[in-house]
């Protein structure tokens, strides 16, 4: 059987003066190697017409992390601070296409600013400065031009009992990365948390009665994803949804 192909929404980054689609390696690499898929790259046009062309051609779609954030008057939230970096491109492109991923049951598997995303499109909302929130810790990255101290181990997170993470790990929490300012302020009411962090913040969910794999993390499993064993956890796991959906596919 041929490799399921998984797409991945691109942001819309200015290199020079011009802008440019682009998608971070380290999502390319897990969607590859992790979850054993052929990436392919979806610009962030926002068009409803190719958004059901991409339905067509994917067997699963990963929404990676960025830089940027989530509009927020997608969630009835504050204006942004000066200086906040958004992608309106991506936000046009990827909350309606999760609506869209959902009903039709393709795997979908969100990521940092995808888990964000999805929470957004069904309907929850954001803290954009949760660091500021009384009882929140801070979970923004170490400041340090190292990569391996920024992505570095930070906090634990407990898994949900009898949820999805405990079942594919055998295991009741992890230790995690931590690189985020925003997070889940009220969960979409067709979510259900998976994982949360040791100051409440929710840190995993899947989508309540999902038609299939429908999950998403605010950590960042696929940075060496072959180091760490709940991140292969995650990735095999979305692998064998998208390969489900290949072989229904033909």
């Known amino acids: 059987m041929q490799p399921p192909i ?4 691109c942001d819309i980054k200015p290199i020079g003066p011009q802008p440019f689609h682009v998608v971070g390696e380290k999502y390319i690499t ?3 190697g992790g979850a054993g898929g052929l990436p392919l790259l979806i610009p962030a046009m926002g068009n409803h017409a190719h958004l059901l062309e991409v339905l067509n051609m994917v067997d699963g779609i990963l929404l990676p992390g960025s830089p940027s954030n989530v509009e927020p008057h997608h969630y009835n939230g504050e204006p942004s601070r000066p200086g906040t970096l958004h992608d309106p491109q991506r936000d046009a492109t990827t909350l309606p296409l999760i609506r869209m991923l959902v009903d039709a ?4 598997l969100g990521i940092c600013r995808g888990f964000q995303e999805i929470n957004v499109a069904l309907g929850g909302e954001l803290h954009q400065h ?7 810790r801070d979970h923004r990255e170490v400041k340090s031009e190292s990569m391996d101290e920024m992505y570095q181990l930070s906090h ?6 009898g949820g999805l993470l405990a079942s594919w790990t055998g295991e009741t929490r992890a230790k995690v990365n931590s690189l985020h300012q925003q997070g889940i302020r009220r969960l979409a009411d067709c979510l259900e948390r998976e994982a949360t962090a040791e100051d409440g913040l929710i840190e995993a969910y899947r989508v309540r009665d999902a038609k299939s794999f429908a ?3 605010q950590w960042h ?6 180091e760490n064993p709940v991140s292969q956890a995650i990735f095999n ?3 064998d949804a998208c390969r489900a959906r290949r072989r229904a596919r033909g």
Do not use: S, T
Not at 130 to 136: A, D, F, K, N, S
Not at 221 to 226: C, K, L, T
């Open 221 to 226: 499993p696929e940075w060496r994803y072959w």
């Open 237 to 239: 796991a979305f692998g």
């Open 6 to 9: 998984i797409g991945i929404p």
């Open 156 to 161: 634990h997170v407990d898994f949900a009992p």
């Open 30 to 32: 897990a969607a590859a």
């Open 215 to 217: 999950f998403a993390v």
């Open 105 to 108: 049951g393709i795997p979908l």
């Open 130 to 136: 949760v660091q500021e929130q009384p009882g929140l």
